[in-house]
């Protein structure tokens, strides 16, 4: 495929075939083409956890414990309310739950989201926390080129927030320490043909938000 092409058909996948294992050589495969992201002085100041497996199926029991139970969220760096944001930024996330709530979307992203979106893998990107904010342009980065490296192979992805929302069972888990901060996850694996993984987000028109000069 023309890398245009896979930018354009990559999308967030919002339920994997649970039955469908991503091989781990391809996990590798990902991360390593990843690892060729640009950070700042070339520090590489990010770590990947990736889980499947027993180990997953661990946090995807407790995560959707911890949805059923409305357990309070650890926002990890860089949250501030949606109140806060750019009007401009607040219409377009309006507009954007409109649409899947339109589609009848809604509850059915939210139960599987508490399922970890069903997916046989989840890579978790942390950055240390002593300098995360500086380190989010690198991760950001990196978080993009493993959901096209994985385009790439015919794996889908998603990245979330949720993901990381309860770092305490991640840390439990996954042996991550103190001194990482949880900047987003993303789950990997093969999409299952259904309503929520049809639907697409779409995009502001590039004048709404470049400017070119001469
Ligand atoms: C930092 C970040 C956090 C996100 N968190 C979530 C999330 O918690 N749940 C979810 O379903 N999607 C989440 N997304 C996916 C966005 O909703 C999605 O990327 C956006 O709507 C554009 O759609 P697309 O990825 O299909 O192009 C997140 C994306 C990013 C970059």
Redesign the pocket.
């Known amino acids: 495929m023309e890398f245009s092409e896979l930018i354009r058909a ?3 996948v ?1 339920y994997f075939d649970e039955k469908k294992p991503v091989p781990e050589e391809t996990l590798r495969a990902i991360v390593q083409d990843a690892s060729r992201a640009p950070s700042c002085m070339n520090a590489q100041e990010w770590r990947v956890w990736v889980a499947t497996g027993e180990v997953l199926e661990r946090i995807r029991r407790r995560y959707a414990e911890s949805f059923a139970g409305n357990a309070k969220a650890d926002p990890g760096f860089g949250t501030v309310p949606i109140r806060l944001w750019s009007e401009g930024a607040q219409r377009r996330i309006a507009a ?1 739950q409109k649409s899947r709530a339109d589609a009848g979307l809604a509850e059915v ?1 939210l139960a599987s ?1 508490s399922q970890l ?1 069903h997916a046989p893998a989840v890579a978790y990107l942390t950055v240390p926390k002593v300098h995360a904010e500086c380190t989010a342009f690198d991760i ?1 980065g990196l ?1 993009v080129m493993m959901m096209l490296a994985a385009a790439d192979r015919g794996v889908g992805s ?6 990381v ?1 309860f770092p305490d069972i991640l840390r439990e888990e996954l042996g991550i320490p103190e001194t990482e901060v949880f ?2 996850g993303i789950a990997f694996g093969y999409e299952v043909d259904c309503p929520l993984n049809r639907f ?2 779409t ?1 502001m028109p590039p004048d709404d938000f470049a400017v070119f000069r001469k």
């Open positions: 990559r999308h967030s919002r954007f992203k989201q979106f950001g978080e998603v990245p979330a927030y949720n993901l929302k900047a987003v697409r987000s995009r």
